[in-house]
């Protein structure tokens, strides 16, 4: 049941944010980078498991891959100067996160 009450609201959370991306594209750019599904993950992770140490790691985690989301976003970015038809600049963005994982897994190694 739980479970099912975390996809409803990251659901409806993300549905709101893509209903303003047709309004307000720069202000659902934000909400939709980072901050949304960090302020969902983050509190519904910690009610799961009530553990601060985990929390801590997922957040340094994620703070070494923000930059690296450079990796899937700098196609989809350029592909229209790069005359490249939005499935093209997307299928490019998914393949270029496996450099960026495997960056963001050297990287946690330290943390």
């Known amino acids: 049941m739980r479970f099912a009450l975390h996809v409803l609201i990251s659901a409806l959370l ?9 309004r307000y594209p720069r202000g659902a750019g934000f909400l939709i980078a980072l ?8 509190p519904l992770s910690y009610l799961e498991h009530a553990q601060l140490e985990s929390i801590t790691t997922v957040a340094r985690s994620i703070a070494i891959a923000v930059p690296l989301v450079l990796f899937f976003l700098a196609p989809l970015a350029f592909g229209e100067r790069l005359s490249l038809s939005f499935w093209q600049a997307y299928a490019i963005a998914c393949l270029s996160l496996a450099p960026g994982f495997a960056i963001h897994r050297w990287l946690t190694q330290w943390i």
């Open 14 to 22: 993300i549905s709101a944010a893509v209903y303003l991306s047709r």
């Open 35 to 42: 901050p949304l599904a960090t302020m969902i993950a983050l």
